[in-house]
Antibody, heavy 118, light 110 residues
């Protein structure tokens, strides 16, 4: 049974960098069939795609966030990570990691709330 | 890359059928048969109820069905039940490993 689990600080100060890791269990992140992605959801709002990564390290980012986002993968640990720089209160959200099949999510992590506040 | 358009809310009585639309463009919904629908209960992660326009993931009730015509995809829930009350989001592949979500639809069971 595939499981994805987000981890990282729940509170980040404005202008700093948000960092989250998604640990994948029950399946290999190096599978050629899947991509892996990050999606966020501000409180009370809808879902927003942040970016996607392949096990080879190829990355694809939402143009609206591209200048601030870095997604990386560590196949030896079966995990991938998100960094979002220069955060503001508008970046407060639940962040989900997900497995992507044909480019869209099929399995989701439980989500991690990150609050940006001083 | 604009969000897909969904109605803000849809309601129905138990046992009825409802349909949620998801309108995109020829660059996303219209170009790819990769449209998924997700059900999200409060405080929970989204869960796929339809993938690839009209396929039901294992374990999903056959009361959920999907379709697509042109730039618009649709999710139909038949035999509406109280447990179906949730937010529903559509998502489409948009080429070059990009994807786009709809704004979400709140389904209320009257």
């Amino acid at each position: 049974q595939l499981q994805l689990q987000e981890s990282g600080p729940g509170l980040v100060k404005p202008s700093e960098t948000l960092s989250l890791t998604c640990n994948v269990s029950g399946g290999s992140i190096s599978s050629s069939n899947y991509y892996w992605g990050w999606i966020r959801q501000p409180p009370g709002k809808g879902l927003e795609w942040i970016g996607t990564i392949y096990y080879s390290g190829s990355t694809y980012y939402n143009p609206s966030l591209k200048s601030r986002v870095t997604i990386s993968v560590d196949t030896s640990k079966n995990q991938f990570s998100l960094k979002l720089s220069s955060v503001t209160a508008a970046d407060t959200a639940v962040f989900y990691c997900a497995r992507l099949l044909y480019g869209v999510p099929d399995y989701w992590g439980q989500g991690a709330l990150v609050t940006v506040s001083s | 890359q604009s969000a897909l358009t969904q109605p803000a809310s849809v309601s129905g009585s138990p046992g009825q059928s409802i349909t949620i639309s998801c309108t995109g463009t020829s660059s996303d919904v219209g170009s790819y048969d990769v449209v998924s629908w997700y059900q999200q209960h409060p405080g929970k992660a989204p869960k796929a109820v339809i993938s690839e326009v009209n396929k039901r993931p294992s374990g999903v009730s056959n009361r959920f069905s999907g379709s697509k015509s042109g730039n618009t995809a649709s999710l139909t829930i038949s035999g509406l039940q109280a447990e179906d009350e949730a937010d529903y989001y559509c998502c489409s592949y948009a080429g070059n490993s990009k994807l786009v979500f709809g704004g979400g639809t709140k389904v209320t069971v009257l």
